[in-house]
């Protein structure tokens, strides 16, 4: 275990970017289980169709990834080691929802390339947070 030391000015401009974006992922998420009938009023019927066929346990999967990132997110800015896991089960749960969306559903299809654009991205910086995370607490960041 490392004695906790100071972080740097990059630690806290990305920890405050990783709080934006995750809260960016719960705001997606509330708002396609609160505001499911006005956002549909902007989809095509096969995407209407494609978001309607999703499982159940796809919208856990979302909550998961988004509240995880969230809480990650918060214990990086407080410097805690809890950051870790909770980046973790946030990755976990990203590459479980955007691997059966890209892989398992029909969405290249209703929405084009388009599909990959954001899942791969929001996989890119699951993947980055966490081993960011890990490498703060190595420097003694997190306690």
Same mark, same amino acid.
């Given at each position: 275990?490392?004695?906790p030391t100071?972080? #740097? ?7 405050? %970017?990783?709080?934006?974006? #995750? ?11 609160? /505001? ?21 346990? !796809? ?6 990834a988004v509240?995880?990132? *969230? ?23 990203? @590459?479980?929802?955007? *691997? !059966?969306? @890209?892989?398992?559903? +029909? +969405? ?9 654009? /954001?899942?791969?991205?929001?996989? %890119?910086?699951?993947?980055? @947070?966490? !081993? ?9 960041? @997190?306690r």
């Amino acid at each position: 275990m490392t004695t906790p030391t100071k972080p #740097n000015t990059g630690f806290w401009i990305i920890a405050i %970017i990783a709080l934006i974006w #995750n809260c960016m992922g719960v705001f997606q998420f509330l708002s396609m289980s609160l /505001m499911k009938e006005e956002l549909q009023q902007a989809m095509t019927v096969e995407q209407i169709a494609l978001v309607d066929s999703l499982p159940s346990w !796809y919208t856990a999967v979302f909550a998961t990834a988004v509240f995880g990132g *969230l809480l990650g997110s918060l214990f990086l800015l407080i410097r805690k080691r809890w950051a870790i896991p909770m980046f973790l089960i946030s990755l976990v749960a990203v @590459l479980v929802q955007m *691997l !059966y969306w @890209l892989l398992a559903t +029909a +969405a290249m299809d209703v929405y084009g390339t388009g599909a990959v654009v /954001m899942p791969l991205l929001v996989i %890119i910086v699951a993947i980055f @947070l966490y !081993y960011y995370s890990k490498g703060a607490a190595q420097k003694g960041w @997190l306690r």
